[in-house]
């Protein structure tokens, strides 16, 4: 019997037999299967966010680092829920080569925006930061009540590239009290952007806080996408 040919394997598949980007019924060849894959109609599981590390505590906790970040994937994201013990500045330290984190204020740079609302006695503004330093001038998180956590999501894309700086998005909720009615709350929504004057390989995160208060009752986790 002669040996099936290209494109004629001895089954429904083939030619006749298109795959789709869900389905690929039958048997294939390498060739057919290079073919499809080329032409981005070949079955494939879907991209999904992986936890690389999660950080969690009950106590007031200084500094959340995430160390020996691997260099398998093409974008970070951290994603915080929990409280803090007093209103203070966030700050993103990164680090490369695996050593400690660049701590000097003027290896980082920050745009930041929040939309405020202090107190029921005055009325809400937006406020604006920008400077050659790790944190924008809002507190976050602020000091609430486990039953009202403080979140933010921080996006770190091509975290690995060598030719640029590193930059971070971040997105976040601050709110100074635990009553819950919204005129009694400090606080509101919150959007910075970090930048950090290095091109080396980014392998290690750690979040702080600028007066050397902690984190409470939190859960950080640091994902990861794409190879």
């Given at each position: 019997m002669?040996?099936?040919?290209?494109?004629e394997?001895?089954?429904v598949v083939?030619?006749q037999?298109l795959?789709?980007?869900?389905?690929?019924?039958?048997?294939w060849?390498?060739?057919?299967?290079?073919?499809?894959e080329?032409?981005?109609?070949w079955?494939?599981?879907?991209?999904?966010?992986?936890?690389?590390?999660?950080?969690?505590a009950?106590?007031n906790?200084l500094?959340?680092?995430?160390?020996?970040i691997?260099?398998?994937?093409?974008?970070?994201?951290i994603v915080y829920?929990?409280?803090?013990a007093d209103r203070?500045y966030?700050l993103m330290n990164?680090?490369?080569g695996g050593?400690?984190a660049?701590?000097?204020?003027s290896n980082y740079?920050v745009?930041?925006?929040?939309?405020?609302y202090?107190g029921?006695a005055?009325?809400?503004y937006y406020?604006?930061?920008?400077?050659w330093?790790?944190?924008?001038?809002?507190p976050?998180p602020?000091?609430?009540g486990?039953?009202?956590?403080?979140?933010?999501i921080?996006?770190?894309?091509?975290?690995?590239?060598t030719s640029?700086?590193?930059?971070a998005q971040?997105?976040?909720?601050?709110r100074?009290v635990?009553?819950?009615t919204?005129?009694t709350?400090?606080?509101?929504?919150m959007s910075?952007y970090?930048?950090?004057k290095?091109t080396?390989?980014l392998d290690?995160?750690?979040m702080t806080?600028d007066a050397g208060s902690?984190y409470d009752?939190?859960t950080?986790?640091l994902?990861?996408i794409?190879?």
């Open positions: 002669a040996s099936p040919g290209y494109g394997n001895g089954s083939g030619p037999n795959p789709t980007s869900s389905v690929a019924s039958g048997v060849s390498l060739g057919e299967v290079a073919e499809s080329r032409d981005g109609i079955p494939a599981p879907p991209v999904n966010w992986e936890a690389i590390s999660t950080v969690s009950t106590v906790t500094t959340i680092s995430f160390a020996s691997p260099q398998t994937y093409t974008d970070l994201k829920v929990g409280s803090a203070e966030q990164f680090g490369t050593g400690a660049d701590t000097a204020n740079g745009m930041g925006s929040m939309v405020y202090p029921p005055n009325a809400g406020d604006v930061a920008s400077a330093r790790k944190f924008p001038t809002f976050w602020a000091n609430t486990t039953q009202y956590p403080n979140t933010g921080f996006d770190i894309p091509n975290y690995k590239s640029f700086y590193k930059v971040g997105w976040s909720n601050s100074a635990t009553a819950s919204g005129s709350a400090n606080g509101g929504g910075a970090y930048t950090w290095n080396g390989a290690r995160i750690d806080r902690g009752n939190f950080c986790t994902f990861g794409g190879g």
